[in-house]
């Protein structure tokens, strides 16, 4: 079946990854994170398999690592809890949020594609790069 591309909206995501030893860039995906400028939308998904990162990294502090999702789901959402990042437009907090950085949160490579369902993408993203 053929889509109608009028219908379909352009999209940017990236993979959120746990890498606790930068040095080693060694990584867990854990969650996506997708803007749609013309759904108006910007959202993640995430999840922490707690034995796997046990096994992996048994000196990991998961307590923090449970905050700094959440400070990024914080400012995802634009919740004043996200500081003044979370502030900014929805571009510039998917921009900000997907920069290049040496912590134990980082994204990859921002990637495009067109969708007609920005939720429907982010979910199905999810499913297939992080569970």
Known sequence: MKRNMQEEQLFEYAVIRVVPAVQREEFLNVGVVLYCRGERFLDMRYVLDVDKLKVLWPSLD???????LLAFQHICHGHPEGGPIALLSPPERFRWLTAKRSTILQTSAVHP??????????DRLFNDLVL
């Open 113 to 122: 594609g067109l969708c007609r369902d920005a939720a429907g993408c982010l």
């Open 62 to 68: 998961l307590d923090d690592l449970h905050g700094y």
